[in-house]
């Protein structure tokens, strides 16, 4: 009898005390969207810049990436200071479930064809969102409709 309640004890404490296997995907693709800033020059190599994007679709290397239907916009501000350059914002995406992520972007750089390059984080959402960790960066640019943004990083779907 001891052996036995034992045994059940001991099995149910390995199901519940397993932990649960975690999926970590690349982030790997490119966003496509319609683009608008808007330039605010402030004095001598100081310029306030308003960004705002609406992404139409993801091209993803990996169909498990939850980015894949992602679409939704993107805002924020970015500081230019005599070359240096600040700022973040954030995105609002829905994905092909309805699901709804919040992704924080930060500005790092400008490249030598202007294009912004930062940092991206995963911040929260609904559904799968509400437990997906992960960031990376990115190198985002273009005019209006043929505004890009080269994602790269990884994501955890726990």
Sequence with gaps: MYSSRFSALLASLVVFASPTLAE???????????????????????????????????????????FAAATGPCFGAILIDKGAVSGDGLCHYTDGDGDVAVIRWTAKGLSAEGRTQGEWMVKGGTGKWASITGGGTFDAGGQGDDYTNVVDGELTLN
């Excluded at 490119?30 to 679709?57: C, D, F, N, R």
Aim: aromatic content about 4%.
């Design 24 to 66: 970590t995907v690349s982030a790997k693709g490119v966003g496509h969207g319609a683009s608008s800033t808007q330039a605010m020059p402030v004095s001598e190599g100081l310029v306030a810049v308003h960004v705002s994007t609406m992404y139409k679709h993801f091209e993803t290397e990996n169909p498990n990436n939850p």
